[in-house]
């Protein structure tokens, strides 16, 4: 018997955020700071989103590692932006 029946749905869900939601505008977020633009407090708002949503289904993923090489793509996406994001504010404050 699975101990999370549960475990379905909501893995459907955050997949279908990831893929519909999260994916494209992490890609745009991405273009941005290559661009060496800075991110704006809107932007900031929902990395910080993405993170806590991160932190908040850890357990979920552990439970599932069919899912973990993905999540660690993803993370690695977010960790890119805001590497180059700090960069980019770095770069702005000695102008």
Partial sequence: MNEHPEDAGLLAVLMERGQKQRLPRALDLKEKVERGELLD???????????DSFSENKALIDRHPEY????????????????????????????
């Fill in 68 to 95: 973990q090489q993905m999540v660690a793509r993803m993370a690695g996406i977010y960790a890119s932006i805001m590497d180059r994001a700090s960069e980019n504010e770095k770069a702005a404050s000695e102008k």
């Fill in 41 to 51: 407090d809107f932007d900031i708002e929902f990395l910080e989103d993405v993170f």
